[in-house]
């Protein structure tokens, strides 16, 4: 079995903040891909990164960063100067490649960037 | 520009009625999904599908059914089985086995009365 937890249901800051985002997961296979995603208020999901299990390199882009540490199933996401627009809901999710495997979703963290 | 088409953004039916999501994509994809969010839940699977004219149920199939004729479209239909129907429903779409790979629709907003 596989699971992704969120323990952060609403977070909120104060615009040009740094925030991170805590994403832990569980999975018995080796092989598996971690994802981030954003949900902003129009509804859609749109796709922030992939990571693979054996690519534990950190990743910057922009004002977005990620922590994956698999000593402690961990795959954390950081917004460095938050701003307004990036108020969202964040999930973090997890899937196993090969055939079908379905993709897992945390229950997403509610991100509130106060101007 | 290729993508996700969800329609109607919001829905309104009233409780016995049975109800279709439409879902289309062109992005040429084989596989499809339909997601369920509730808030506080996440995204739960009610149904994919790999290829045309087969599909599979998800972790939550009871009281939904889809067809799957056509490589581009997908909808899913909320039958009056489906104990709380009221929920946000998101379609996605994928390259065959690269389920890690899924491109989301719109969504769509329904309210059933």
């Known amino acids: 079995a596989q699971k992704v937890t969120q323990a952060q249901t609403e977070i909120s800051v104060v615009e040009k903040e740094d925030v991170t985002l805590d994403c832990v997961y569980e999975?018995?296979?080796?092989?598996?891909?971690l994802f981030w995603y954003k949900q902003p208020p129009s509804g859609e999901l749109v796709f922030l990164i992939r990571?693979?299990?054996?690519?534990?390199q950190n990743e910057i882009s922009g004002r977005y960063s990620w922590n994956f540490q698999k000593s402690t199933s961990s795959f954390n996401f950081t917004i460095t100067a938050s701003q307004v627009v990036d108020s969202a809901v964040y999930f973090c999710?997890?899937?196993?490649?090969?055939?079908?495997?379905?993709?897992?979703f945390g229950t997403g963290t509610k991100l509130q960037v106060i101007p | 520009d290729g993508g996700i088409t969800q329609s109607p953004k919001y829905l309104f039916r009233k409780e016995g009625q049975n109800v279709t999501l439409s879902c289309e994509q062109n992005?040429?994809?084989?596989?499809m999904y339909w997601y369920r969010q509730d808030p506080g839940q996440g995204l739960r699977l009610i149904y994919y599908?790999?290829?045309?004219?087969?599909?599979q149920k998800g972790d939550i199939a009871e009281g939904y059914s889809v067809s799957r004729e056509k490589k581009e479209s997908f909808p899913l239909t909320v039958t009056s089985a489906q104990k709380n129907p009221t929920a946000f429903y998101l379609c996605?779409?994928?390259?065959?086995?690269?389920?890690?790979?899924?491109?989301f629709g719109p969504g769509t907003r329904l309210t059933v009365t």
């Open positions: 990571r693979n299990s054996f690519d534990e």
């Open positions: 992005l040429n994809h084989d596989a």
């Open positions: 999975t018995r296979d080796t092989t598996y891909y």
């Open positions: 999710a997890l899937s196993h490649s090969g055939g079908y495997q379905k993709v897992t």
């Open positions: 996605a779409s994928s390259i065959r086995d690269r389920v890690y790979e899924q491109y």
């Open positions: 599908s790999q290829i045309v004219n087969d599909f």
